[in-house]
């Protein structure tokens, strides 16, 4: 079954850093993009993050661009997503998600989400 | 950025009903538009992607129709587990946008 579980969510004063990770399996992690997506309590989805099958390329959401890095390692099926100069506006779940094997950029599946709360 | 409008926000309907929900983005899109199902404390789930094809193991009561900057997502017959938040996304130019999403409730 494919499979993906986020973790390193938590409380974090602003101005602090956070790693989120995201663990992948029944799949070829490695041949596949991956995404960060959030969403803020109550409100929608706004996508964050990419990152291609070799993580030679990534790109970023403005509103996080400079202070989140986005990495992989396909040696341990992994997605990470380091956050720096965190604010209250980045509070919100983030959820990592496989981008589909086809034409376009669709998003399935999608890790159950971990919470990322910026408050002092 | 595309700029992806959901209408209605909110819609009330019972078991068996038909549904609309619709989706317009501010500019053309072809047809790289996905529709997504969320339910409380949930992940998103991928329902349509191309604008029409329907993603593996999705009944077939779901159904995706549009192009260019206008589409829908149809529920030919409501069931009670279709209660749920619908989220549109474009996938034609980055960054990837989503609507703002529809909370189809029961009536």
């Known amino acids: 079954e494919v499979q993906l579980a986020e973790s390193g969510g938590g409380l974090v004063q602003p101005g602090g850093s956070l790693r989120l990770s995201c663990a992948a399996s029944?799949?070829?992690?490695?041949?596949?993009?991956m995404h960060w997506v959030r969403q803020a309590p109550g409100k929608g989805l706004v996508w964050v993050s990419r990152?291609?099958?070799?993580?030679?390329?990534?790109s970023y959401a403005d509103s996080v661009k400079g202070r989140f890095t986005i990495s992989r390692d396909n040696a341990k099926d992994t997605l990470y997503l380091q956050m720096n100069s965190l604010r209250a506006e980045d509070t919100a779940v983030y959820y990592c998600?496989?981008?589909?094997?086809?034409?376009?950029?669709?998003?399935?599946?999608w890790g159950q989400g971990t919470l990322v709360t910026v408050s002092s | 950025d595309i700029q992806m409008t959901q209408s209605p926000s909110s819609v009330s309907a019972s078991v068996g009903d038909r549904v609309t929900i619709t989706c317009r983005a501010s500019?053309?899109?072809?047809?790289?538009l996905a529709w997504y199902q969320q339910k409380p404390g949930k992940a998103p789930k991928l329902l349509i992607y191309?604008?029409?094809t329907l993603q593996s193991g999705v009944p077939s009561r779901f159904s995706g129709s549009g192009s260019g900057t206008d589409f829908t997502l149809t529920i030919s017959s409501l069931q009670p587990e279709d209660f749920a938040t619908y989220y549109c996304?474009?996938?034609?130019?980055?960054?990837?946008?989503f609507g703002q999403g529809t909370k189809l409730e029961i009536k």
């Open positions: 998600a496989r981008r589909v094997a086809v034409a376009g950029n669709w998003f399935d599946p």
């Open positions: 191309a604008a029409s």
């Open positions: 990152i291609n099958s070799a993580g030679s390329t990534t």
């Open positions: 500019q053309s899109i072809s047809s790289w």
């Open positions: 029944g799949f070829t992690f490695s041949s596949h993009w």
């Open positions: 996304q474009q996938a034609n130019s980055f960054p990837y946008t």
